[in-house]
Structure formats: C-alpha cells, structure tokens
C-alpha cells in the first residue's frame, strides 16, 4: 500500500491562506469519509487538527478546515501564524485489511 | 490529564527482540482503540498495528506481520509492543496513539526511539 501523496513544500506570509493537498485513490481517500490532518513540530509527537475529513478537535483554531473531492483531501490554514510553521501529514483510512495510510508530509512555512 | 508514555526502546542489533510499552492515564484505557506508529529519521508517519478495546481484532500493517505482536492489559491501562527479529528498516521513533476519533488518531505519546544496528 503506497503513502498518500502530499507537496513536499508548502508555504505563506503571516495572515495569508495555504492549502495542502493529499492524493490517494479510491481504495482510501477516495472511498472513506475518514481523513486525518496531523501538525508536527520538530521533535514533537503529532497532534490531530482534522478528522472526518472536516472536523476539528476542540481546541483547534477555526483557521484550520479541511475538505475532499474525489481521490483528493486538503487542509487550509487561513490566517497563517508564525506558530502554524510545521510538518502536516495526512492520514486515510483504507479498509480492513491495511486499515490505515498516513501521507508524505508538507512543510508548511511561514514567510 | 490526558497523557501516553511509551517506554522500552534503545539499540538493538539485527535480528534481535524488544518490548515497548505505552502507559495510559487521564482516560478509561478499556473504552478505546489503541495504536501504534513509527517514524523513520527525517521520514514521514507510518501506522503499525491496531487493537480493539477488547483485544478481539487486531490490525498490522504488512511488513511487520509475523515479527511484531501487539498487546494489552486493560487491567494496568497498558499497551505493548513485541518487536522480534528486528530489522535495519525497523529504526524508527516509535508512537502510542489513541483511536479516539473514528479512524484517526486523537492522543499520541511522546514517542520511544528504537535503533535497530550492528
């Protein structure tokens, strides 16, 4: 089972938009309501920002949304601070037998 | 607190065993799901094995069936990781992550370095 595809790089100015993608197919983003968002500092444990595809955990900023069209999930981060400077990584559910795929990860930086 | 603290890792040499154990607090254990991850150095995430909150379906993800066992005691809000006939590629900071949301993960440790070389 290959990793969901993710831009290796992304990046915005304080107060601007960006928006990650997460390629799979259709025997994981494609076929399950089930997308994950994870934020990762250097050398910190992952967080969750999104789940179902878009929805937040208590606690996370509504600057973070997340969204999917056909094989195809993304995470927006609106109003970039310098404190959304990480790794993301998204994760997709994909059935019984390989039941989880987590993606290449983005770099998110903040100009 | 909500909290997860793995524990167990170290360096290991090919072909060689060892046992993670991931310590849960702040939650009733016995009612979720739990995980475990790994990421390689400078490398992405990567889901390993899953077990109910009863023990009665287990998940791993392919190049570990066979050589790593995952486990629980709910009694001790505890969840291992046997690890047998270690490879170089099994190198890795190793995570606890909880199943608290559907099909993703909501709680994650700190995670455990597991360095597997001659």
């Known amino acids: 089972q290959s990793a969901l595809t993710q831009p290796p790089s992304a990046s915005g100015s304080r107060g601007q938009s960006v928006t990650i993608s997460c390629t799979g197919t259709?025997?994981?983003?494609?076929?399950?309501?089930?997308v994950s968002w994870y934020q990762q500092h250097p050398g910190k444990a992952p967080k969750l920002m999104i789940y179902e595809v878009s929805k937040r955990p208590s606690g996370v900023p509504d600057r973070f949304s997340g969204a999917k069209s056909g094989n195809t999930a993304s995470l927006t981060v609106s109003g970039l601070q310098a404190e959304d400077e990480a790794d993301y990584f998204c994760s997709s559910y994909a059935g019984r037998i390989n039941p989880y795929v987590f993606g290449t990860g983005t770099k998110v930086t903040v100009l | 607190e909500v909290q997860l603290v793995e524990s167990g890792g170290g360096l290991v040499q090919p072909g060689g065993s060892l046992r993670l154990s991931c310590a849960a607090s702040g939650f009733p254990f016995s009612n979720y799901w739990m995980n475990w991850g790994r990421q390689a150095p400078g490398k992405g995430l990567e889901w390993v094995a899953n077990?109910?909150?009863?023990?009665?379906?287990?998940n791993y993800v392919e190049s570990v069936k066979g050589r790593f066992t995952i486990s629980r005691d709910n009694a001790k809000n505890s969840l291992y990781l046997q690890m047998n006939s270690l490879r170089a590629e099994d190198t890795a900071v190793y995570y606890c992550?909880?199943?608290?949301?559907?099909?993703?993960?909501?709680?994650w440790g700190q995670g455990i370095m597991v360095t597997v070389s001659s």
């Open positions: 992550a909880r199943g608290g949301v559907l099909h993703g993960f909501d709680v």
């Open positions: 259709s025997s994981d983003v494609g076929g399950y309501n089930y």
């Open positions: 077990m109910k909150q009863d023990g009665s379906e287990i």
